[in-house]
Structures are given as C-alpha cells and as structure tokens.
C-alpha cells in the first residue's frame, strides 16, 4: 500500500442527505491509497443517523463532538466525543446523535469506498425521504450494503 500526498483543508462542499440529517465529507478518497481505505467526516442533525445496514467494509468512528447511540451487532452503547468505535466488515450497524445539537465523527474504512459517489448516489435515492426497504436494498445491492431496518432513535436505550 503506498499513500499519496493530500492536504485536505475542510473547505470542500459536503454531501447533504437531509432525509437522514447527514453533510459528508470525503477528506481521503481511495486514490489517496491504492484503494486501502478511504476517510470521511460526517456531520449527523441532532436526533439523526443511517438506517441499520451492513457491509463488507470495516470501519473505525472517532466521535469528534456530541454523542451517539451505537448499535453494533445488536449490542447497543453510548459514544461521546475522544471515543473510537471499531465495526468488523459484515457486521450489522447502526448509530443516531442522542443530542439536542449536530454532532461530529471522523471514519476510516478499509478496504476503501468509493464514499463521495456512494454518498452521492445515495442522496439521489433519498432525494423524496428515506424511501421503502425495497427502494433501499435496490441501491445496496449496487455497492454491496445490505439495508436492515430502520435508523436508530434517540430515545432507543443502551443494553452494555
């Protein structure tokens, strides 16, 4: 694997998702690295994340601001800002910001993906709203994800 020089300022445009209160940052993109990982930034609206999904990719969250309710693997926990979540490849996953303010992470996912046009895909998809699981596992099946369910909620209790 070799790295490529990057200086990623923070001034790019972000991918907005409103429908699941998301701005994205692609802040490493798999050219950077022979395609071994990429590195995203996400901004999640307060009461906010993914539906649950899954994926070959692993990735490692750093929380940078607010605090989250992780599901991983049908664990669920807490994670507030200095924490590191790390999600096995495979493994069913799912987080929401469980606080009244936007909330910050950085994530490193290996091997990498294409984020800035799976993201930008997936905007599309959810241009009218989180559309039906149908809608959904059509577009996962493209990039390989698997759509489980529905986002977690903020008021969703921790079981570790």
Known sequence: MSIS??????????????????????RLPPAMSDGAFCFIETINAPGAGPPRHRHREAEIFRVIEGRYLYEVDGRRFFAEAGDVVSIPGGVAHGFVNVTDAPARQYILMTPALDAAAFFTELAGTMRGGVPDQAALNAFGAKWNVQFLGPPLRPDDQPTA
């Open 5 to 26: 020089f990057l200086h990623s300022r923070g001034t790019e445009c972000p991918i907005e998702i409103p429908a699941i209160g998301l701005d994205l940052f692609v």
